[in-house]
């Protein structure tokens, strides 16, 4: 075993260690919200839904099926704005007044994409709905860290072939500890939970996408873009990471014609570009129809998964603005990068939102981003500088996948609510992770990227003892003024 592979065991033992001994008492039962355990459930029980009410009213989807006086039958749900308007699943809006229904019928479904329903499948055929998911969590997230060390340290070699020294490990070791406890991962690792476990397993499998990238496995990074649909749909998205690094190769290697003289070699480029396209598309596309097919069986809808259908505070401006809007994004944009903590003069002296923290006030590490070492707008000369000129490639092939990712959530209906800090950038940390190893490749030896990392890993830890633990920490307001 090599001497990284040791490392990375080493570190899936401590960051394991580090968030069971954080989870505490949590790891001897499930959480409150063991959506994905009910989802396989109902899978076991050749279910679509849940054969019955949920056990609490939390993030469930519901569609209501009524039978009107004429006998005809209608299945969607009621808007909050007018009581007697329904909104079918196909989304016509009837006008049914409560006169007219003779019989009416609820089915509770999960909402939330299923990839790791099916990952807890084995282990629900075997303990139901007394299965742990706060120990899978748990167990899932000290193998993130771990994994993200291996990748750090494949891609100096990745982008380098005449190099055949090992990097040194100080940088990677140290942007993995910002990753694994000095970010909004650590809390959310030690949570079990929907909303958490979503995030847990959506890391672990971008981590596995990047592993596969280098080097290029199309087999293996269809199926990981597959399963990133079916957990997060918007990290789909780093599919187009592997078109343009396939692109990026096909430029710089001699085995495809150069993109250079694209126009005289279009027909030969293409078909050297066809096979690992296709490798990569079958497992992508086969998961993703397994997807839409469950939700055009539940909700009559390809790309609904049942967010739509949520009976929560948000419902009423899901129905009247969608699930993405641009009316969502000053809020989330106010979340994302302004929310701080609100000082008090007396116990418990300071409180955080449940809209959570600014993303670099929780990992102020990820500001380094904004000067990086090596430009990302300035060419290196490729005969004399062929490394760097790769690193600035994939660089912008990053930024490029982290924009539509990041969009979506700035767009989304809910903030993050309820969160110490804002989780929905774990749909991009592992990627922004990467930016920091492959822009600034010196600043391990800065004394203030060290201090950064160490103030995020105490705040990171403050926010993973109190969450969900010490209400008295917390304020249900936006800004430290309300």
């Known amino acids: 075993m090599s001497r990284d592979r040791r490392v990375a065991v080493w570190l899936f033992v401590l960051f394991t260690a580090i968030f069971g001994a954080t989870a505490g008492q949590r790891l001897v039962r499930p959480s409150t919200d063991t959506h994905f355990v009910y989802q396989a459930e109902s899978w076991l029980h050749r279910r679509l839904d849940l054969g019955g009410p949920p056990p609490h009213q939390n993030d469930w989807a519901e569609v209501e099926t009524l039978t009107l006086r004429s006998g005809r039958k209608v299945s969607g749900m009621f808007l909050r704005a007018n009581p007697t308007r329904f909104r079918t699943l196909s989304g ?115 981590v596995l996408f990047l592993l596969c990238l280098f080097p290029l496995r199309p087999l293996a990074c269809g199926f990981l873009c597959g399963a990133l649909f079916l957990t997060r749909p918007q990290m789909a998205s780093m599919g187009l990471l592997f078109v343009l690094e396939l692109l990026r190769r096909a430029a710089d290697s001699p085995a495809y014609p150069s993109l250079r003289l694209l126009q005289r070699e279009l027909v030969p480029t293409l078909r050297k570009l066809a096979k690992p396209l296709v490798l990569f598309a079958l497992p992508a596309a086969t998961l993703a129809g397994l997807g839409v097919t469950l939700n055009w069986l539940r909700f009559g809808r390809l790309f609904e998964f049942g967010h739509s259908f949520l009976q929560t505070i948000q419902a009423d401006n899901i129905q009247r603005f969608g699930l993405m809007n641009y009316q969502f994004l000053p809020r989330n944009l106010a979340t994302a990068l302004t929310l701080l903590p609100k ?54 092939g990053i930024c490029l996948t982290i924009v539509p990712i990041a969009l979506a959530s700035l767009l989304y209906q809910n903030s993050g609510f309820v969160q110490f800090g804002y989780r929905f950038s774990l749909d991009y940390m592992v990627l922004l992770v990467l930016l920091l190893r492959l822009g600034s490749p010196t600043i391990p030896g800065s004394l203030l990227f060290r201090v950064c990392v160490v103030f995020g890993v105490v705040i990171n830890l403050f926010g993973a003892l109190t969450f969900n633990r010490m209400g008295a920490f917390y304020f249900n307001g936006f800004f430290p003024v309300n």
């Open 92 to 206: 016509v809006v009837d006008e049914i007044p409560s006169t007219e229904i003779v019989a009416r019928e609820r089915k509770y479904y999960v909402s939330f994409p299923p990839f790791p329903s099916m990952l807890m499948l084995p282990f629900v055929a075997v303990f139901h709905h007394r299965t742990n998911d706060v120990l899978l969590t748990v167990l899932l997230a000290g193998l993130v860290p771990a994994l993200l060390y291996l990748l750090l340290r494949r891609i100096p070699r990745a982008l380098d072939r005449t190099n055949t020294e090992s990097p040194p490990e100080s940088f990677d070791l140290w942007l993995t500890v910002m990753f694994g406890i000095g970010s909004v991962f650590y809390f959310s690792a030690v949570q079990g939970q929907v909303w958490f476990t979503a995030h847990i397993v959506a890391s672990l499998l971008a």
């Open 343 to 396: 000082l008090l003069p007396q116990f418990p002296y300071v409180q955080v939102s449940y809209h959570g923290l600014a993303l670099w006030f929780t990992t102020p590490a990820l500001l380094f981003l904004l000067w990086p070492q090596r430009p990302l707008w300035l060419p290196s000369p490729i005969d004399r500088e062929p490394a760097q000129e790769r690193s600035r490639q994939l660089r912008l």
